[in-house]
Each structure stands twice: as structure tokens, then as C-alpha cells.
């Protein structure tokens, strides 16, 4: 095994974060064991982060949602569509799809109408239509209806546009869904009631 593999050897699922203090696991399973190592982000109930990053994350692969009912339903796990920065955009597309499978898109935190561009809902941030981590024909323009934006989480597209992962489309379309742990507003616990 090479000290940081892309999919993770089945026997960090059987160690468990209790053992991410041991070299030898904390090599193998650097996902899981960056992931515990980021308080509020509970491997044990389906988050993630990626690898030097102090972000956490949930993809939400259990049913297709639209656009609101992803935002809605992230919101009732006291998370956010995510705000995914565009320096670990592309790493966070083939995290989602070698490490989860995923086989559609994934509704992240940006949306738009006919007459404006893009924005982060989070913090009104646009994502420029000239950002070069479009995909090819992105972003949709839509005449009538809202879109949302999503990662481009399919084996196909990570092979045919490995480096331009952002996607938009109507909103009322479903997808998988990324939540993110927002910590500036309150403590993990406080979100889940705990």
C-alpha cells in the first residue's frame, strides 16, 4: 500500500477513528484519521473532510433531491449546501466520486436566475462565469427558472473534464447533495441537539 492511496484499504473502517493516534493507521487512512482529527466532524455519522483541509463535510447519497430539497434537508441536519472554494473543488469532486461512488451530480451552495449570475447563497459571493472551473457549456443559462450548482460527481466527467468540476442546472432537477459544517455560527452539538 502507498502511504496515501485514493481509496482507502478496507481496514480503516474496521480500526476506527479510536485508533487515528497509531502511525501506521493515521498513513493508511488519512481521510478518515484527518477527518477525526477536526472536531465536529463525526466519521462515525457519515462527514468528511479532505486531507489538510479544516473542513467537514457530508455528502448526502441516500436519494435524489432538487435543489431545495437539498438545501432544506441539509438544513435539518443543522448543516449548509456546502461553499465549495475553488482551490479544493477538484479534489473534493474525486474524493466524492472514487471514495463514494457517486453516480450522479452533487447540489452544492451556489444558485442563480435569468438575470444574474451564480452566487454562493451562503455569502453572495458570484462564481464568475469566466471561472475556468466551469465545465464545458456551464453555467447554464436558463430563461424562466432558477438554477443551482452542482459538482459534476460521475466517473464519466471526472475522466472527460477532470479539472473543470462546477456545473448548474433547474433547480427543480435531482441530485445527490453535499452539506458542510458551517463553524462560525454554532458548535456541532448545538446543531444536532446535542
Known amino acids: 500500500m502507498c502511504s496515501t492511496p485514493a481509496?482507502?484499504?478496507?481496514?480503516?473502517?474496521?480500526f476506527g477513528t479510536s485508533r487515528c493516534q497509531e502511525d501506521l493507521v493515521k498513513e493508511q487512512c488519512p481521510t478518515m484519521c484527518?477527518?477525526?482529527?477536526?472536531?465536529?466532524?463525526?466519521?462515525?455519522?457519515?462527514?468528511?473532510?479532505?486531507p489538510g483541509k479544516n473542513k467537514c463535510y457530508k455528502h448526502?447519497?441516500?436519494?435524489?433531491?432538487?435543489?431545495d430539497e437539498a438545501r432544506s434537508t441539509?438544513?435539518?441536519?443543522?448543516?449548509?449546501?456546502?461553499?465549495?472554494?475553488?482551490?479544493?473543488?477538484i479534489a473534493l469532486r474525486k474524493y466524492i466520486t472514487q471514495n463514494i461512488?457517486?453516480?450522479s451530480g452533487t447540489f452544492i451552495g451556489g444558485r442563480g436566475d435569468w438575470t444574474s449570475t451564480v452566487r454562493w447563497e451562503r455569502d453572495q459571493v458570484p462564481v464568475e462565469t469566466n471561472n475556468p472551473l466551469w465545465a464545458p457549456g456551464n453555467p447554464a443559462g436558463y430563461?424562466?427558472?432558477?438554477?443551482?450548482?452542482?459538482?459534476k460527481t460521475w466517473g464519466l466527467d471526472l475522466l472527460a473534464n477532470p479539472d473543470r468540476?462546477?456545473?448548474?442546472?433547474?433547480?427543480?432537477?435531482?441530485f445527490y447533495a453535499?452539506?458542510?459544517?458551517?463553524?462560525?455560527?454554532?458548535t456541532f452539538d448545538e446543531r444536532i441537539g446535542g
Do not use: W
Not at 472536531?39 to 479532505?50: A, R, T, W
Open 60 to 67: 448526502l447519497h441516500d436519494k435524489f433531491r432538487t435543489g
Open 165 to 174: 468540476p462546477y456545473g448548474s442546472y433547474d433547480c427543480s432537477h435531482s
Open 101 to 103: 461512488k457517486s453516480d
Open 74 to 89: 441539509c438544513k435539518s441536519e443543522g448543516l449548509e449546501l456546502a461553499r465549495v472554494e475553488d482551490g479544493i473543488a
Open 34 to 50: 484527518g477527518a477525526a482529527a477536526i472536531v465536529g466532524c463525526p466519521v462515525s455519522q457519515g462527514f468528511f473532510n479532505l
Open 7 to 14: 481509496i482507502e484499504p478496507p481496514l480503516c473502517s474496521v
Open 178 to 186: 453535499l452539506c458542510e459544517v458551517v463553524r462560525e455560527r454554532t
Open 143 to 151: 430563461t424562466s427558472r432558477d438554477h443551482c450548482m452542482f459538482l
